[in-house]
Each structure stands twice: as structure tokens, then as C-alpha cells.
């Protein structure tokens, strides 16, 4: 039944449960954590975690994004950012790294990104990661995407990520060419992701657009102010759970084709991956927690895409933190913190034990009860 609260005389609307509201319930039966599997495959491509990067320069570099690749999960690269505009931006990433004053921290993002994107850089990166043995993956805005896209192909990539803020499969525009979600992926001979997305309509209308797996939600934490800038906020919990019940009548309608749902926001601890996967998630996109590995390209900062936008920047700068350690161990540990910012996906295996569940699909159907 839906959960409607109303807000006047002619105007209702449906209550949503951030991840923070919501917690998991066990069953009659728990597991050995070391019968618990964690793997995740999209497409032809296996993972060993349900973890795939947010594309911010701040955590991805061809080296960083090889690095995940290794420890079993996806590093995406921003074919927009800092690495295909700078032959080396690692002086850039540095002079970041020491800010800590917000509003000439985003006038300096604005500057960084103003410089042209260089095609040939996108080759280059695309190679170092292929390189490195890894599943390449880049992310693309949908602004930017037919303009891009032929390089991106030459290039060679695995998985290409389609991703603004919010991404419809009906844009409407009369003075640009809008993208034709379906039309563009239905040429492809690659997977595409696409996202982000807050609802149920938009979830399945992505899904019919022929998306290997969709982004729901608009990466939402502490840094991003996008509900400040744009006034849109959806919790992450609702999104997740309408969208895999979009997956499920898409999978009715197509007769068995299976579209994964990776989750977008607020994914700061492990508890926060068990809860985004228990909604109905099948992977969850990481930003933050993994700035604060000791190989981050900036040096522990943080800022999502698009906090550098030219005329509405959506994002704050957060100024650098401590390092927690390895990237090997912010995912899986040995953690000495009691809050789960490490161990990330060894405690999402602890939590699945704790259940009962030996595999990702499985614990889809954990039970949840509200808290708050």
C-alpha cells in the first residue's frame, strides 16, 4: 500500500526511506562467511565484488581504475575529465589535493575543466587500462556522447557508461540533437550502462532502451547539492526498490531478459552496500570511500562530476582526508575501524552470512523493517 502523506489542499505526496531509515532483518538460518559468494556478473564480464567506481578524477586514473580491476571490481574512467584533457594531470590533482576553502575550490574545478578535451588522450587511457589486463570501462555524459562515441569505440573499450545527473530515455530538445538512447545502444556490440534515474517510469523506460544495467540514483551524499541547486531528492532506499520492481516487470515483459541495477548515493560503509543490495541493487557505485585509499589520485579530496559544471556546478569540494590505508584494504580489510568505512565488501559478505545467504541474487530477498 502506497505511503501517501498529503501536503495541502491539492497536493499529495508519496513518502521514501533513505538507506539510513531502513535496516536488515535475518532469518531462521545464518552461513559460514566463507561459503558466502560476492560475485557479479554483468554481461560477459565477472566480478569478484559488486563494485563499480564513480567516475570522479579524484578516485579514477588509468592506474587506480587497473588496480580495482584487480581486486575484482570496476574501475570507470571519465573520458571527460582531467586524464583526457592533460597529457599529465598530476600536478593538477596535487594542487587539488591541497585545497580546502569551498567556493575558490569550485572556481578552480571550473578553470581545471574548462581546458578542451584531447580525443587522442581518450585512446591512450582506454590502452593503459587495457594494458593493465582489467575490464576497461568509461563514462560518457549523455550531452557529449555522439560527439565522443566513435573515439570511445576506436579506442576499444569493454562496458561504456552513459551517466548525467538524471538521464530519461526521452529527452526532448528543439534546439540540439537529442541522444536516441535506443537507437545508439542498438547499434553498439558492447554493454551499456545507463543512469541515473529516481523512479519506476524512468527505470523501465531505461531498461526497454536495450541498457545492460541502469544507475539509479543521482550520487547523492554530503558533497552533493544537487537537491540544494535542483530541488530533486529521492531517497535511495524507495529508488532502489522501485526500480528493481521495474527490472521485474521488464524481465515479465521481455520474457527473461535481466537488467542489473546499480546503486548511485549516500554508499559510504558496508552496512550502507548490504542495505543498497537487500533493496533489490545488484552492485552499488562507489565514490567517496574510495578517496580515502593511499593511491587516490587526489590525495584523499573529493568531488563528483559535476561539481566542476561551467555554469551550475552540483557538488561540493571536499577537501582532502587522511588516507585509511591500501585500496586492498578499504575493500577488504583488515579494518580497525568500528564504523564500517573499512572492509567494505568483507563486511557485505559478513552481513550476508549473518542471513543466511550464500549469493548476491539471494540476498536480494533479505527482510527489511523500518527503523526510524
Not at 566463507?34 to 563494485?51: E, G, H
Not at 533493496?279 to 561539481?307: N, Y
Not at 561540493?316 to 575501524?337: N, Q, R, W
Request: hydrophobic residues 40%; glycine residues 10%; negative net charge.
Amino acid at each position: 500500500m502506497r505511503d501517501v502523506v498529503e501536503i495541502g489542499h491539492s497536493k499529495s505526496a508519496r513518502r521514501g526511506y533513505h538507506l539510513d531509515d531502513i535496516a536488515i532483518v535475518p532469518t531462521r538460518r545464518t552461513r559460514d562467511v566463507d561459503d558466502v559468494s560476492t560475485n557479479w556478473q554483468l554481461d560477459a564480464y565477472p566480478f569478484k565484488i559488486p563494485c563499480v567506481a564513480h567516475p570522479s578524477d579524484a578516485t579514477m586514473s588509468p592506474a587506480t581504475a587497473v588496480a580495482l580491476g584487480k581486486l575484482g571490481g570496476l574501475g570507470v574512467l571519465n573520458v571527460e575529465g582531467l586524464w583526457t584533457r592533460y597529457a599529465d594531470p598530476t600536478k593538477i590533482l596535487e594542487e587539488l589535493a591541497g585545497l580546502d576553502d569551498e567556493a575558490p575550490a569550485t572556481q578552480r574545478l571550473q578553470e581545471v575543466y574548462a581546458e578542451p578535451i584531447k580525443p587522442e588522450l581518450i585512446g591512450e587511457r582506454v590502452k593503459e587500462i587495457r594494458d593493465g589486463g582489467v575490464t576497461v570501462a568509461v563514462r560518457v555524459s549523455p550531452q557529449h556522447t555522439l560527439a565522443l562515441a566513435p573515439v570511445i569505440l576506436d579506442a576499444g573499450v569493454d562496458l561504456l557508461v552513459i551517466q548525467g545527473t538524471l538521464v530519461s530515455a526521452e529527452h526532448v530538445s528543439t534546439t540540439d540533437e537529442p541522444l536516441n538512447l535506443k537507437e545508439f545502444i542498438a547499434d553498439l556490440d558492447l554493454p551499456v550502462i545507463v543512469g541515473g534515474c529516481t523512479n519506476y517510469q524512468t527505470a523501465l523506460h531505461l531498461m526497454r532502451t536495450g541498457a545492460a544495467g541502469v544507475i539509479v540514483g543521482i550520487g547523492a551524499d554530503e558533497w552533493s547539492t544537487t537537491d540544494r541547486v535542483l530541488g530533486i531528492r529521492v531517497p535511495m532506499a524507495t529508488a532502489i526498490a522501485d526500480a528493481a520492481d521495474a527490472r521485474r516487470d521488464y524481465l515479465d515483459e521481455t520474457g527473461g531478459r535481466y537488467v542489473h541495477i546499480i546503486a548511485d548515493g549516500n554508499i559510504q560503509t558496508s552496512g550502507d552496500i548490504a542495505k543498497a543490495l537487500g533493496c533489490g541493487a545488484d552492485a552499488v557505485m562507489v565514490g567517496e570511500p574510495l578517496s580515502r585509499s593511499e593511491t587516490a589520485p587526489a590525495g584523499g579530496a573529493w568531488w563528483h562530476s559535476a561539481a566542476s559544471h561551467p555554469k551550475l556546478p552540483r557538488g561540493s569540494f571536499g577537501a582532502a582526508e587522511p588516507s585509511l590505508g591500501s585500496l586492498e584494504k578499504v575493500l577488504y580489510g583488515p579494518s580497525e575501524d568500528p564504523d564500517g568505512a573499512l572492509n567494505l565488501f568483507g563486511g557485505l559478505r559478513r552481513a550476508m552470512a549473518k542471513c543466511g545467504y550464500r549469493d548476491l541474487k539471494e540476498f536480494q530477498k533479505v527482510g527489511l523493517i523500518l527503523d526510524k
